[in-house]
């Protein structure tokens, strides 16, 4: 992460092209890394410390995962891995989030996929991405996709957390 941040000050410190004095197009950083430098910090100093992020590639801030260990409710006791992709197009466009954790949740499906109005470009309700969001606002994850999972925690509960145990023995270990 250091890595990209610099690169950036470096890019910024006055490189020129050779004849026209103009800044060289080899070395341009997108407006997307310039975004995720400052976010991506912003993201590290509030993650709560069941959360951790990781990035494979130092210099690719915009491609990274983030571990979660619930230390309470269903979850508890579970590893859960997502991973976060950063379009070019970011911050117009909202993320791309995936589990990377078999998991039985209401808004997440057993292929991972996540529905979460947030990680909507337009919403109904209103509450999809807009360019005022941050990465920091993917912390929330209240929103039903996976509709078995939703109907078999109203139902019952208790056979729920048994259900999202067997996940977590299985699968988020």
């Known amino acids: ?21 103009t800044p060289d197009s080899t070395h341009r950083v997108s407006i997307r890394d310039r975004l995720l430098t400052k ?25 990274f995962q983030l571990a979660v260990s619930p230390d309470e409710g269903y979850y508890q006791s579970g590893r859960f891995q997502f991973e976060i992709d ?16 078999r998991i ?4 997440i499906t057993e292929n991972g996929e996540i529905c979460l109005s947030l990680l909507r470009e337009h919403s109904i309700d ?14 929330n994850f209240d ?9 078999h925690h109203l139902r019952d509960k208790e056979d729920f957390r048994n259900k999202v145990q067997d996940y977590i023995k299985h699968y988020a270990r």
């Open 104 to 107: 039985w949740h209401p808004n």
């Open 126 to 139: 209103g509450t999809g991405w807009a360019p005022t969001r941050t990465l920091k606002d993917l912390l």
């Open 86 to 101: 950063v379009p070019e197009a970011y911050n117009m466009v909202p993320p791309k989030v995936r589990c990377l954790t």
């Open 1 to 21: 992460m250091l890595t990209l941040a610099s690169k950036l000050k470096r890019d910024d410190g006055g490189k020129t092209g050779r004849a026209s004095g």
């Open 143 to 151: 929103d039903p996709l996976n509709i078995d999972a939703a109907e």
């Open 39 to 63: 976010e991506v910090a912003e993201l590290e100093a509030n993650l709560p410390s069941t959360c951790k992020a990781s990035f494979p590639d130092e210099d690719k801030l915009h491609h």
